[in-house]
C-alpha cells in the first residue's frame, strides 16, 4: 500500500505538469491559468451544491432512524472530490469533477462497501454482537 502511495505522489504531479505544460503550448498560458481557475471555482460550488445534498440524505436517514450507510460512503466521495478539485491540474480536477456527479458515486459506490465491508465492525449499544437481540419491557419506574 505505501509503495502505492509513493508511486501514486510523484506520478500524479507528473502527469499534472505534462498535461498543463501541453495546454498551455496549445491554447496559451493565459488562457490555461484562467482555464485552470474557472474549473476550480465551478467545482467549488459543485462541492457545496453536492455536499449540502448528501448532508441533508444523511440528516433525512437519521431521522428516520436508519443507518445513513450508503449517504456516509456519497459523502466520502464528495470530500475526495473538493480535495481533486483543490489540487491544481486538469487530471485531478476532471477526476473531482466525475465523482461530483451521483450516477458516477452510485458506480463507484459498492467497490467501495465490498472493499470495506469485512473492516468495519459495528456495536450495539451493550456491544452484543452479531445477532443477538435484546428485547426489553420497561414500565413507568423501572
Known amino acids: 500500500m505505501l509503495?502505492?502511495?509513493v508511486l501514486l505522489f510523484?506520478?500524479?504531479p507528473l502527469v499534472e505538469l505534462y498535461v498543463i505544460v501541453e495546454t498551455a503550448r496549445s491554447?496559451?498560458?493565459?488562457?490555461?491559468i484562467g482555464l485552470l481557475i474557472l474549473v476550480s471555482v465551478v467545482g467549488a460550488w459543485m462541492v457545496k451544491a453536492q455536499g449540502l445534498a448528501v448532508l441533508w440524505r444523511?440528516?433525512?436517514?437519521?431521522a428516520e432512524g436508519l443507518m445513513p450507510?450508503?449517504?456516509?460512503?456519497d459523502g466520502a466521495l464528495v470530500l475526495?472530490?473538493?480535495?481533486?478539485?483543490?489540487?491544481?491540474?486538469f487530471v485531478t480536477d476532471a477526476v473531482g469533477l466525475l465523482l461530483l456527479f451521483p450516477p458516477t458515486r452510485m458506480a463507484?459506490?459498492?467497490v467501495i462497501i465490498r472493499r470495506f465491508r469485512h473492516r468495519v465492525t459495528f456495536y450495539g449499544p451493550e456491544d452484543s454482537g452479531p445477532g443477538t437481540i435484546h428485547d426489553t419491557d420497561l414500565a413507568d419506574g423501572d
Open 108 to 110: 463507484i459506490r459498492p
Open 58 to 62: 444523511v440528516r433525512s436517514k437519521l
Open 69 to 73: 450507510g450508503r449517504e456516509l460512503v
Open 80 to 89: 475526495l472530490a473538493g480535495a481533486l478539485m483543490l489540487t491544481p491540474g
Open 3 to 5: 509503495v502505492w502511495l
Open 27 to 32: 491554447i496559451g498560458t493565459l488562457e490555461t
Open 10 to 12: 510523484i506520478a500524479v
